[in-house]
């Protein structure tokens, strides 16, 4: 604003000042206020600024020009599918009938003599004319009293062709443009902003696309009119039937192998890919389904074991979401997540499969008979099973393990084993212990709600567990001592400064050792073992208390003495009470009865050494078992006995008697003839054992009596039976058996088993244990282990020294006596006639 006194003139000012227009007395006026003004507080915006608004607008206006071509694209095919309507109602719409009306008096009457008349003026062709424009709604033949438009029929035709009218024409395609900002220019004037536009380029992919649907909407109406029904399969022979199943075939085989390639070579950017690949598990040509959908199971597992990364990936947080990343990231967490979803979608078709092929359902299609859901089933249950064992780590494993885990239990023997087989793989394989602790969960609530009406082989499975340590009782962890760490004031009383700077350093030091140990990695997997192995003591307990007549007993036995080591000593005296009742019972077999006993002395031999418990009645159970060890039982019982030995009388030697022992040493040198090789070997080595341990049995190499009595091979008490009366024969026999080894150790016996001299044993058999030498020699392939020597070939014809060994009138008599049998003929015919005259 402008001062009233400043824009006036005193009048002398008025008079010395020449004569001006107003105009130009405006101009200065304006000049000198302009000098006045206050300048302006706002202050110019900063490069910055400048860069982040124009961003923004920049942003804003992308957004908008995309908003503006999905609106325009959304327009064109509503009025692109108004327009197909359209023509297909046009095409398939019949000719109305001619509209009724009342006929006038004269025409009734011109009809009645137009039907008078003969028809045999009129040719058939003329006739079928004029009945066909009869028909026809025309100018001529309509009323024209009647009240409807005269002009209907040509404005409907005339809407189809307005319809064409209003449908957009197209248009030429703009090309999408980015700005791209540079660093402005700064002059006199300000900051003057700098940008490139630059034409963004399509992605093939998308561009063919959008030809693909621009194709198929020009084309759509035309495949009204020109579609032709193809040849049925009925009308084909055979073989151009089976010739047209290869052509297809092939082709869905190079599709697939294309899709697989490409994938693997490039998994980040070829993710959409996995789709398309997974549209092909619904093939609907009922020719090539079947087929097509097992290469396409197949083929999806091995891509996702090859791309699969190795750690779970997690879903992304709300912040990780709306936070800024780089671009590698982003591209990253996107193939993550179509991974994780395609892998999602893939495994349900695989449990869809199986639930249709169980339920027996028929999908609608109609494209898979029933009977082939069984090897569809087959394929999708191998391809679980390998996921399971190949991706333990991996999303979704729990998922897999529930869908497979009652599968064990199936009645057909195929899926059951493949399924048990991949159980036992992903247990053996599982060093962490997750991966086995949620699979045993799993097994036993299937056990409980099944009510222990389960296969063996499902708990069989469980043998397979890689648990070697686990927690024991708190007071023993308590006992041990622990590393502790002095606090400050414990330092600043008892240490002085520098005493105080190098326990500092040590103490750092001690606890990076400790970190690089990973003793919280071991703790870790310690927990997770103690846990799983609880549950499996929890299975065992159960079918032991509520059925133990069913066919369960057996592998419940095996994984007890499997497991006894790590039993807690809480329940030792209720197990040893519930094994002694089912020996009793006298139900078991040879197998079972020695799980018992084996599990008993294994706890004996590891925790229980503490109790003061006498298993005499055990000790006699096996002694009445050994001689039902022979070449025809399963050779698979000799390995369990000599466990038995060796937690009986190696372990346990303290607490053994000497006529305990010298009773079992004798009855295993006789069962040592009458079995397989490998088992005799093994047998004699335990021998040899338990001679070490109790130097006081080579009484049995002496032919002489010690005590009173004889030996009562019969008696099933070897407390009893004075087996120091009598000696090893056997070992005598033995040294002429036809297999090496058992000679080797029969003379290393008979000689007292010395470790030096001549009769020692090599240093391969001598540091070997029992059960080591029953599988090394093993002869599970129907061959001698190590080969026997074939016999000679050379054939005596006659014998020269046996003759002259004779006495000269013992070698005429016989000489007589083989030329009387030569020349004499017998004849059984006359005997048998003479005994039936006789009777």
């Known amino acids: 604003m402008v001062c009233p006194e400043s824009a006036t003139l005193c009048p002398t000012q008025e008079r010395n000042t020449p004569h001006h227009p107003p105009s130009y007395v405006a101009h200065v006026v304006s000049c000198s206020t302009r000098q006045y003004e206050p300048r302006s507080k706002k202050r110019r915006p900063t490069f910055r600024r400048l860069l982040k608004t124009s961003g923004v607008k920049l942003e804003n206006k992308l957004k908008n020009r995309q908003l503006k071509q999905q609106n325009v694209a959304k327009k064109q095919r509503k009025e692109q599918k108004r327009l197909r309507q359209a023509v297909k109602g046009a095409v398939g719409e019949t000719p109305r009938p001619l509209e009724t009306y009342r006929k006038r008096p004269e025409e009734e009457e011109e009809e009645e003599f137009l039907e008078s008349l003969p028809t045999d003026m009129m040719e058939q062709e003329d006739l079928q004319q004029m009945t066909a424009m009869a028909r026809q709604a025309s100018f001529i033949t309509r009323d024209l009293s009647s009240c409807g438009p005269v002009h209907g029929g040509k404005k409907r035709k005339s809407d189809v062709a307005r319809s064409y009218e209003k449908v957009p024409r197209k248009m030429a395609r703009t090309e999408e443009k980015e700005v791209i900002h540079l660093l402005p220019i700064k002059d006199k004037t300000g900051v003057i902003p700098q940008s490139v536009e630059r034409v963004v380029e399509k992605q093939p992919e998308e561009q063919e696309q959008g030809e693909e649907q621009e194709e198929e909407q020009e084309e759509e109406p035309d495949d009204v009119d020109t579609e032709a029904e193809p040849p049925s399969?009925?009308?084909?022979?055979?073989?151009?039937?089976?010739?047209?199943?290869?052509?297809?075939?092939?082709?869905?085989?190079?599709?697939?192998?294309?899709?697989?390639?490409?994938?693997?070579?490039?998994p980040i950017g070829s993710i959409k890919r996995v789709k398309e690949l997974r549209g092909m598990l619904m093939e609907a040509d009922p020719s090539v389904a079947v087929t097509v959908r097992k290469l396409v199971m197949v083929s999806l597992m091995e891509v996702f074991k090859d791309i699969a990364p190795t750690y779970r990936i997690r879903p992304l947080t709300s912040a990780e979401k709306t936070a800024k990343v780089k671009k590698e990231t982003q591209v990253l967490r996107e193939f993550e997540e179509g991974l994780v979803s395609q892998y999602k979608f893939y495994l349900e078709d695989l449990e869809q499969t199986v639930k249709d092929w169980k339920q027996k359902k028929k999908k609608r299609s109609q494209a898979v008979a029933l009977q082939a859901y069984g090897g569809l089933a087959e394929v999708a249950v191998r391809c679980l099973c390998e996921l399971l064992v190949a991706l333990p780590h991996f999303n979704f494993h729990n998922n897999i393990v529930v869908v497979l885990a009652p599968l064990m239990n199936d009645s057909t023997k195929k899926v059951s084993g493949v399924c048990c087989d991949a159980f036992r793989k992903l247990f053996q394989q599982d060093r962490a212990g997750g991966a086995s602790l949620a699979t045993v969960r799993v097994i036993s609530g299937l056990v409980k709600s099944l009510n222990y009406n389960v296969r063996p082989e499902l708990l069989r499975t469980l043998l397979s567990l890689r648990i070697k340590e686990v927690e024991m009782k708190k007071d023993i962890e308590a006992a041990a001592p622990k590393k502790k760490f002095m606090t400050n004031k414990e330092r600043k009383k008892n240490l002085s400064r520098m005493q105080r700077k190098w326990k500092k350093a040590e103490e750092k030091l001690e606890k990076e050792l400790l970190e690089a140990e990973a003793s919280e990695s071991k703790d870790k997997k310690i927990k997770l073992h103690?846990?799983?192995?609880?549950?499996?003591?929890?299975?065992?307990?159960?079918?032991?208390?509520?059925?133990?007549?069913?066919?369960?007993?057996?592998?419940?036995?095996?994984?007890?003495?499997?497991?006894?080591?790590?039993?807690?000593?809480?329940?030792?005296?209720?197990?040893?009470?519930?094994?002694?009742?089912?020996?009793?019972?006298?139900?078991?077999?040879?197998?079972?009865?020695?799980?018992?006993?084996?599990?008993?002395?294994?706890?004996?031999?590891?925790?229980?050494?503490?109790?003061?418990?006498?298993?005499?009645?055990?000790?006699?159970?096996?002694?009445?078992?050994?001689?039902?060890?022979h070449a025809?039982?399963?050779?698979?019982?000799?390995?369990?006995?000599?466990?038995?030995?060796?937690?009986?009388?190696?372990?346990?030697?303290?607490?053994?008697?000497?006529?305990?022992?010298?009773?079992?040493?004798?009855?295993?040198?006789?069962?040592?003839?009458?079995?397989?090789?490998?088992?005799?070997?093994?047998?004699?080595a335990a021998n040899r054992a338990t001679m070490h341990s109790f130097p006081k049995c080579d009484f049995l190499l002496d032919n002489e009596i010690q005590g009173s009595g004889f030996y009562l091979p019969e008696l099933?008490?070897?407390?009893?039976?004075?087996?120091?009366?009598?000696?090893?024969?056997?070992?005598?026999?033995?040294?002429?058996?036809?297999?090496?080894?058992?000679?080797?150790?029969?003379?290393?016996?008979?000689?007292?088993a010395p470790s030096e001299g001549s009769a020692a044993l090599s240093v391969e058999l001598s540091r070997r244990s029992s059960v080591e030498l029953f599988d090394d020699y093993s002869i599970k392939d129907m061959t001698f282990n190590p080969p026997v020597a074939s016999p000679s070939l050379k054939k005596k014809d006659h014998f020269v020294v046996g003759a002259m060994l004779l006495d000269a009138e013992l070698q005429r008599r016989l000489e007589c006596a083989l030329t009387a049998a030569e020349d004499t003929q017998l004849d059984f015919t006359a005997a048998h006639t003479h005994k039936t005259t006789q009777h």
């Open 233 to 266: 399969c009925q009308e084909m022979t055979p073989a151009q039937r089976e010739r047209l199943r290869n052509q297809k075939l092939n082709e869905r085989k190079l599709t697939i192998a294309g899709l697989a390639s490409a994938i693997v070579s490039d």
């Open 530 to 629: 103690t846990e799983t192995l609880n549950i499996v003591f929890l299975i065992y307990f159960r079918i032991l208390k509520k059925a133990q007549k069913s066919v369960l007993l057996p592998a419940v036995l095996e994984g007890l003495a499997n497991f006894a080591h790590l039993i807690n000593l809480e329940f030792f005296d209720d197990l040893l009470n519930v094994l002694q009742d089912l020996i009793h019972a006298g139900d078991l077999s040879n197998k079972e009865t020695l799980h018992c006993i084996q599990t008993v002395f294994t706890i004996l031999s590891g925790q229980g050494d503490v109790l003061n418990i006498d298993p005499l009645n055990f000790y006699s159970q096996l002694y009445k078992l050994l001689p039902r060890l």
């Open 632 to 684: 025809g039982a399963p050779n698979d019982d000799a390995i369990i006995v000599l466990r038995c030995l060796d937690a009986m009388l190696t372990r346990r030697r303290k607490q053994v008697t000497l006529q305990r022992a010298m009773a079992f040493v004798k009855r295993l040198s006789t069962i040592s003839l009458h079995v397989m090789p490998n088992a005799s070997v093994g047998i004699l």
């Open 716 to 752: 099933d008490e070897p407390e009893h039976c004075n087996a120091q009366n009598t000696a090893l024969w056997e070992l005598h026999t033995l040294q002429r058996h036809y297999h090496p080894v058992v000679r080797r150790f029969a003379v290393h016996l008979s000689q007292g």
